[in-house]
């Protein structure tokens, strides 16, 4: 802990030199008998005025209150609140550091009347956003922002996303500002729930206020407003907890909020398997991700990571995080600075059964894994934001993103059918530096005109170190190990990635329905990749074991779009012309490719809001063939399993069809939402299988690969008083041809989902939920059908008794291959048990995680020609004792 307030004050120091000028009055608001009055307010009048409005506090709950001024000066402090008599004084703030107490009298005054005339609303909606309050739907035992919106209609989390009506949110923000970045998880799990006034959802999010009324974008933000007794002080809370199997965890979120600077600290120690981020909150740099570049390239990653999992035998994570926002010169300036650090030592235990269904061969494969693993990963991003007047402003950004990961895996596989036993060891090392910026201009020419432009570079430095040994021979057929008694193959790999973004954009607005878009954008992506997997043998002298690379690719457009909006209704035709060309070079082929592409566009959506109604969208697009899969050397990935580029691939075209309905009644809080989406592909040149055997060779043959892909989502809910049933339904089907041994083979997979809830609740009392979810995935080829059944029921409650405050949930888990087998149960149970009393920012609670001591659990995957079923090991129940204080 001492480490985390060490952090705690090294980032806070630099705010401490911005506001060593400002005068402070530290107010505190008690009563007779030297109790502390929340909620008191405070009005404050400058003497003389000079024209200025008045400001408005309210005490907290420890009667505090404070005020700032940038200068010296004299004004006039009015307090009241509901049953006390009124008190007004005049002060002189001529100090840095002034403090005063007020005593209020009660007043003994009869009131003949009380008349309210104010109309309370849990949920408003606007043209693009619906804001619901929390005080209707929170209650004094949710702790985090996450209790408080799950009792929201339209709203899901899961892993620390969430989403809304069937949506995910792309942006989470405080205040207006993006919070960490904008992920959710860290939101949800970390603020208050006592310090939220209002949930907003945004959509056709827009950062940039200047062109918001022009910009094109379907992103779906949720903006989390505080009270106004948040503000200006320090709020969040601190936690420490021990328990038994040597567990341990240690929390603290931290927040600083005022109009003109913000503060955030989250650090996490735990060895229970949870996880305070997701690698997506890690991976996301604030202002990174520009809706310019949405077709920009992704870096890659060599392993992906956090999230919360006990389902391993060992989870150790270690985790700070500061974001800090800053206000200048009039508001013209914004900074904004953000770290995160993230350390997860993982351990896993796994037992499989792999069953392959080739043409003309099928076999079983037994194997037992276990692995260690341990993931670094730092990110760094400065931003800044400058407002000239209200018709131009510039943004920069500029990142770091830092990882290490190293990973070891012990392997033993068993194949009867061949007489195999073989014991290998993998290991796997690197590290990745990334370095990005970027530079946004806006501008408003005049009421009818806009434009902006925008461009990005991002450096990436790749270092990858693999190694495989075995025990025994692999792969005879294919390669030629150098040593006949130690089986082992190295591979050192150094990547260098730039890319390059480009774009410029006008806005013409004809009229208030009608508006005129045109954009060229310029984007490349140039990498450099040199290695050689030694160990083995080439000699058909066709630099086989060689990875060196030359690869490039660009992808250029010059495009329109027309926008019509009409009441209710909102189409968008957007069309460009691509010019796309690719360049590979490795030390056996040279190879150009060119192509033009027109990409044509149409968004239709009609309904009251962007949240309520329908829409329909159709669009063309493309995707490049990557670096690796145009390399032609043999890159093995694990025991008789390896890997060969096609230089002879090319990109694939693809039709997108989405359709989305959805509905909002405040009535009765009902919900429904729907969203259908269909991706149909090409064909292109692809990758096969060429061996029917147990050794598993992905090689060059060609064929002509359509895939289809066909996925439904709905769901409805609605409450009926006290009882809220939901339903959640879910059809994926998914179509495409795959070549195995120079035959081709046409697979098809369905998947049917079902997810029924009940909940019932009754505030401050007892709120319980009771799900059941049902999948069913089967998936057929040449002569063969496989079938994975999944069901899960679930029971999660709440229930409040004075100062306690009883959190438990409890699964039970079905699910296996539909082979004649039976599928075990794994039944599940976890609790948390608080005690806090009104009033009082200490809580002692108990938590209870696996309290039934399972020590494994089950699950089944079909892939184009594997069955798989796993028992995967997980960690062992953990009682925990812990302290929480709240500020």
Do not use: C
């Not at 996303?161 to 949110?169: E, H, I, Y």
Request: net charge positive; proline share 3%.
């Amino acid at each position: 802990m001492k480490y985390i307030l060490y952090l705690i004050f090294l980032f806070s120091w630099p705010f401490g030199l911005w506001a060593q000028q400002d005068f402070l009055l530290n107010g505190l608001v008690l009563d007779e008998s030297n109790t502390a009055l929340e909620n008191a307010s405070i009005v404050i009048k400058q003497i003389p005025s000079s024209g200025s409005a008045p400001i408005f506090q309210k005490s907290d709950q420890k009667g505090r209150f404070q005020l700032k001024f940038s200068k010296e000066v004299k004004i006039e402090l009015t307090i009241s609140r509901l049953g006390y008599q009124k008190v007004v004084d005049t002060i002189d703030i001529r100090v840095a550091q002034q403090k005063i107490t007020f005593k209020l009298l009660k007043s003994v005054r009869r009131l003949e009347e009380v008349k309210i005339d104010y109309k309370y609303r849990a949920v408003e909606i606007a043209k693009d956003t619906i804001r619901f309050s929390a005080d209707y739907f929170r209650d004094s035992t949710d702790r985090k922002l996450q209790d408080l919106i799950e009792k929201m209609p339209g709203f899901s989390i899961e892993d620390g996303k969430v989403r809304f009506q069937g949506k995910l949110v792309n942006v989470t923000l405080v205040e207006n500002e993006r919070f960490f970045g904008g992920g959710s998880k860290l939101a949800v799990e970390n603020i208050p729930a006592n310090a939220v006034d209002k949930v907003e959802m945004i959509s056709r999010f827009s950062q940039n206020d200047l062109l918001k009324n022009v910009q094109v974008n379907d992103q779906l933000a949720m903006n989390i407003k505080l009270k106004e007794n948040k503000k200006n002080f320090i709020f969040g809370d601190l936690e420490s907890a021990l328990g038994n199997e040597k567990s341990y965890k240690e929390h603290a979120a931290l927040f600083y909020y005022s109009p003109q600077r913000t503060m955030s600290f989250i650090g996490d120690i735990n060895n229970t398997g949870a996880s305070p981020v997701s690698k997506e909150d890690i991976d996301r740099v604030q202002g990174a991700e520009l809706q310019y570049f949405s077709n920009s390239i992704p870096k890659d990653a060599l392993s992906g990571y956090n999230r919360d999992n006990r389902n391993v035998i060992k989870n150790i994570n270690k985790f700070a995080a500061f974001n800090g926002f800053k206000r200048g010169m009039d508001k013209k300036l914004s900074l904004t600075l953000y770290g995160v650090y993230n350390e997860n030592r993982l351990g896993t235990e796994i037992a499989g059964s792999n069953s392959y269904t080739l043409p003309d061969l099928r076999y079983t494969e037994q194997t037992y894994m276990r692995s260690s693993q341990v993931n670094r990963q730092a990110s760094l991003n400065l931003s800044t934001g400058f407002k000239a007047n209200p018709y131009f402003s510039i943004d920069y950004n500029v990142g770091a993103f830092w990882t290490m990961p190293k990973q070891s895996i012990h392997t033993n596989s068993a194949i009867d059918k061949f007489s195999v036993d073989n014991n290998s060891l993998q290991t796997q090392s690197g590290n990745s530096l990334v370095l990005k910026q970027y530079l946004e201009g806006n501008w408003k020419h005049s009421l009818r005109s806009y434009s902006s432009f925008a461009f990005q570079h991002q450096y990436t430095y790749e270092k990858d170190n693999f190694s495989l040994s075995s025990d025994s021979l692999f792969l005879p057929d294919f390669i030629r190990l150098d040593s006949s008694k130690n089986y082992r193959i190295v591979r050192p790999i150094e990547r260098k990635k730039q890319l390059f973004n480009a774009s410029y954009k006008y806005y013409w607005v004809i009229n208030q329905q009608q508006q005129l878009h045109v954009e060229v954008n310029s984007q490349n992506e140039i990498l450099r990749q040199q290695g050689q997997s030694t160990g083995a043998r080439d000699t058909s002298h066709q630099y086989l074991f060689d990875h060196e690379q030359d690869y490039q690719n660009s992808s250029n457009y010059l495009g329109g779009s027309y926008r019509l909006d009409f009441e209710k209704l909102k189409i968008l035709i957007s069309l460009k012309e691509y010019y796309l060309y690719l360049t590979n070079q490795t030390p056996v082929y040279t190879g150009h490719y060119g192509k033009w592409f027109l990409q044509p566009e149409l968004d239709i959506k009609y309904g009251k809001n962007a949240l309520d109604g329908f829409r329909l969208n159709y669009r063309r697009g493309y995707n490049f063939a990557t670096a690796s899969d145009l390399n032609p050397s043999y890159w093995i990935t694990g025991y008789n399993s390896l890997f060969r580029g096609n230089i002879f691939l090319e990109g694939q075209t693809f039709h997108k069809f989405n359709f989305t309905y959805n509905n909002f009644r405040l009535t009765d809080f009902r919900v429904i939402y729907f969203n259908s989406t269909l991706t149909l592909k090409d064909q292109i040149k692809g990758n096969s299988l060429v061996t029917s055997s147990y050794q598993q060779l992905k090689s060059v043959m060609l064929f002509d690969r359509p895939d289809l892909n066909f996925t439904n989502i709905g769901g409805y809910s609605i409450r009926y008083g006290r009882f809220e049933p939901g339903v959640y339904l879910s059809y994926i089907h998914m179509k495409l041809a795959q070549a195995i041994d120079q035959e081709e083979i046409n697979l098809r997979q369905n998947t049917v989902s079902s997810d029924l809830s009940l909940r019932w609740f009754k505030p401050k009392f007892l709120d319980i939920k009771v799900a059941w979810t049902n999948t069913n995935s089967w998936q057929k080829s040449t002569g063969n059908e496989e079938k994975v059944a999944f069901n899960k029921w679930s029971v999660t409650g709440k229930y409040t008794m004075k100062n306690l405050v009883l959190k438990t949930d409890w699964s039970m888990l079905k699910t296996g291959l539909a082979n004649g087998n039976p599928a075990p149960v794994n039944v599940n149970g976890n609790f948390e048990l608080r005690y806090q009393k009104a009033k009082s920012p200490f809580s002692l609670y108990v938590q209870g995680l696996n309290v039934l001591k399972n020590n494994s659990y089950r699950t089944a995957v079909l892939t184009e020609y594997i069955s798989s079923e796993k028992v995967i090991y997980t960690m062992p129940r953990i009682f925990l004792m812990g302290l929480s204080y709240s500020l």
